[in-house]
């Protein structure tokens, strides 16, 4: 039997694998897709965990729903349906992954753009094509993506609508590494091993600092630091480095 969920949920230990799961809609993003969204971040907001966000047949999301689109008015566009789900992904304790393999248009790049770290397909295509649409990127992209790749990249993205190949994303660093569809799932998780092999306390502080406005630097890393200074954690893995490098 087929699991008709919109987005399917596989737990480990240390992670969790969320594969987005409307094929015959391209992964389009629509409600029941928002809800199960808040219902994972619930979940992991009590137990934290590492997130990888992936897609299915070939595609990570071909945007947000348009026939759900087309029938929100003003009121719904106030709500930022997406977009505070989008933030509330972002804001989880410990990093994000997304897998990104074929398109990712629209809400499904703003989706990807709210990971902590990208990895793409040989066929991943990404952008944001919404003012042929008669909206704007609204739930993410006109800061995130600014972030990623520049002001000046990400205008002319946004403004022309364009799509970036794996290529090119490489390239500019809308993602860190590209792989074969068939591997890109392992990649990520590979990724994950090489978070969850280093302290869990400092990974969590170092997201914390970089998710700050420039502004509350350097107060923030040295208080965050302060913290780590005193933790066992700490002495455990220097005395285990300076152990090791004894003649």
Request: hydrophobic content about 45%; glycine content about 6%; overall charge negative.
């Amino acid at each position: 039997m087929i699991d008709s969920a919109p987005v399917l949920i596989e737990e480990h230990d240390d992670r969790v694998v969320a594969r987005l799961n409307r094929p015959s809609v391209r992964n389009a993003i629509d409600q029941a897709t928002i809800d199960a969204l808040h219902t994972l971040c619930a979940d992991l907001e009590r137990h934290p965990r590492v997130l990888i966000i992936t897609g299915c047949d070939g595609v990570f999301a071909s945007g947000a729903d348009i026939a759900q689109m087309r029938e929100r008015h003003a009121k719904e566009a106030r709500e930022g349906i997406n977009a505070h789900a989008f933030i509330r992904i972002r804001a989880l304790e410990l990093p994000v992954i997304a897998a990104v393999d074929g398109w990712a248009l629209g809400g499904g790049a703003e989706l990807a753009y709210a990971a902590d770290i990208r990895v793409g397909s040989t066929r991943l295509r990404i952008g944001n094509p919404e003012t042929s649409l008669g909206i704007i990127a609204a739930a993410g992209a006109t800061w995130r993506l600014r972030e990623i790749v520049g002001e000046a990249r990400a205008s002319e993205l946004l403004l022309t609508g364009r799509t970036v190949d794996a290529d090119e994303a490489l390239r500019i660093g809308l993602v860190s590494s590209i792989h074969e569809p068939d591997e890109l799932v392992s990649a990520a998780h590979a990724v994950a091993d090489r978070i969850a092999a280093n302290d869990r306390a400092a990974t969590v502080a170092m997201k914390k600092a970089i998710a700050a406005p420039p502004n509350q630097h350097p107060a923030i890393d040295l208080e965050l630091q302060a913290v780590l200074f005193e933790s066992p954690e700490k002495e455990r893995r220097m005395t285990e480095f300076l152990e090791r490098r004894r003649p």
